[in-house]
């Protein structure tokens, strides 16, 4: 086993903190293939994360509950518990243009929908469409399947339409929880959370239709023995996938959980970042985790924010 210590000189967020000069030490344990000898430690100075106030959310915003959400140009959806609606975020005036209810027939097979993982992926229902097509994770199960709902989202007249156009389901049993991540080159990602355990799949195209992706249909595994923070006793939040690793965000402050951000490594199924928000003056539940202008974003309940020196964004 390898301790790593995260040393933090000066704390700063750039907008609403004050500084610290105390030193902050942040001793993680990572579970490595070739452990050194008991007590071997890393010491690695990194630079002050911190974050950028975009948008504060207010009670408008807030019920239904938000959850996970992603961007395409300047816009950023956001789904709520139990797919109800999407709130509509144009983030370069900062502001709400529109909330987008989802009728009943719209929600998919699961009524419990709860839009964790929400991710835009690569294929257009049309040629003409603006926007790619998005899947949205149930995370509960229904019927023995837990699944991934897949949206086509429309601009007519300056008006957001969205209509369900696919359902992907996994079997599981009713211990388990997945999330559905669309990757590069036609691959997803298949998160069994409660599993430890990760998929390689094959993404469906449009015209394969409403499909069923079991164990079998795996072109990879990849199987931790030390859980990551989502895959343990902090509840799972929002993720993405960048350049062959998962980012991803958990934990519920309120309940008495560590709230993180998390780089893993699929490669080596190490955790290569860990950021405690609560370090850096972020103390709401997380919600959302993408991308816009390259630069990474997490939408908390109480504001939007962007993330500054966490990673570098190629």
Same mark, same amino acid.
């Given at each position: 086993?390898? %301790?790593?210590?995260?040393?933090?000189?000066?704390?700063?967020?750039?907008?609403?903190?004050?500084?610290?000069?105390?030193?902050?030490?942040?001793?993680?344990?990572?579970?490595?293939?070739?452990?050194?000898?008991?007590?071997?430690?890393?010491?690695?100075?990194?630079?002050?994360?911190?974050?950028?106030?975009?948008?504060?959310?207010?009670?408008?915003?807030?019920?239904?509950?938000?959850?996970?959400?992603?961007?395409?140009?300047?816009?950023?959806?956001?789904?709520?518990?139990?797919?109800?609606?999407?709130?509509?975020?144009?983030?370069?005036?900062?502001?709400?243009?529109?909330?987008?209810?989802?009728?009943?027939?719209?929600?998919?097979?699961?009524?419990?929908?709860?839009?964790?993982?929400?991710?835009?992926?690569?294929?257009?229902?049309?040629?003409?469409?603006?926007?790619?097509?998005?899947?949205?994770?149930?995370?509960?199960?229904?019927?023995?399947?837990?699944?991934?709902?897949?949206?086509?989202?429309?601009?007519?007249?300056?008006?957001?339409?969205?209509?369900?156009?696919?359902?992907?389901?996994?079997?599981?049993?009713?211990?388990?929880?997945?999330?559905?991540?669309?990757?590069?080159?036609?691959?997803?990602?298949?998160?069994?959370?409660?599993? %430890?355990?990760?998929?390689?799949?094959?993404?469906?195209?449009?015209?394969?239709?409403?499909?069923?992706?079991? %164990?079998?249909?795996?072109?990879?595994?990849?199987?931790?023995?030390?859980?990551?923070?989502?895959?343990?006793?902090? %509840?799972?939040?929002?993720?993405?996938?960048?350049?062959?690793?998962?980012?991803?965000?958990?934990?519920?402050?309120?309940?008495?959980?560590?709230?993180?951000?998390?780089?893993?490594?699929?490669?080596?199924?190490?955790?290569?970042?860990?950021?405690?928000?609560?370090?850096?003056?972020?103390?709401?539940?997380?919600?959302?985790?993408?991308?816009?202008?390259?630069?990474?974003?997490?939408?908390?309940?109480?504001?939007?924010?962007?993330?500054?020196?966490?990673?570098?964004?190629?």
């Amino acid at each position: 086993m390898k %301790r790593l210590v995260l040393a933090f000189f000066s704390l700063v967020c750039p907008i609403l903190l004050a500084s610290c000069q105390e030193k902050i030490e942040w001793v993680i344990d990572i579970q490595t293939d070739n452990p050194g000898p008991e007590g071997e430690v890393e010491e690695i100075i990194v630079k002050q994360p911190g974050f950028e106030e975009i948008i504060a959310l207010t009670a408008q915003h807030r019920t239904p509950h938000p959850q996970g959400g992603d961007s395409w140009g300047s816009f950023f959806f956001q789904f709520v518990t139990n797919n109800s609606l999407v709130r509509v975020y144009d983030l370069s005036t900062k502001t709400l243009v529109q909330t987008v209810n989802i009728g009943s027939s719209e929600r998919g097979f699961v009524p419990s929908c709860h839009c964790n993982t929400v991710c835009f992926g690569n294929e257009y229902y049309d040629a003409e469409d603006i926007f790619p097509l998005i899947y949205v994770s149930t995370g509960y199960a229904a019927g023995g399947y837990t699944g991934a709902l897949v949206y086509r989202i429309t601009q007519h007249n300056d008006l957001f339409f969205i209509t369900l156009v696919q359902t992907i389901r996994f079997p599981v049993d009713k211990s388990s929880w997945t999330e559905f991540i669309p990757g590069d080159d036609g691959i997803a990602y298949l998160c069994y959370t409660t599993e %430890r355990v990760v998929f390689k799949v094959t993404l469906p195209k449009l015209k394969d239709g409403d499909v069923t992706i079991t %164990r079998d249909d795996a072109i990879e595994a990849y199987q931790f023995s030390q859980p990551p923070d989502w895959m343990s006793t902090s %509840r799972n939040q929002d993720r993405l996938f960048l350049n062959g690793k998962i980012l991803y965000i958990s934990g519920v402050p309120q309940s008495g959980e560590a709230s993180v951000f998390v780089v893993l490594n699929l490669e080596t199924l190490e955790r290569e970042t860990i950021i405690d928000f609560k370090k850096i003056g972020l103390t709401q539940e997380p919600e959302s985790l993408f991308i816009w202008q390259g630069d990474l974003y997490v939408a908390f309940v109480d504001k939007i924010v962007k993330l500054v020196n966490f990673i570098d964004i190629p």
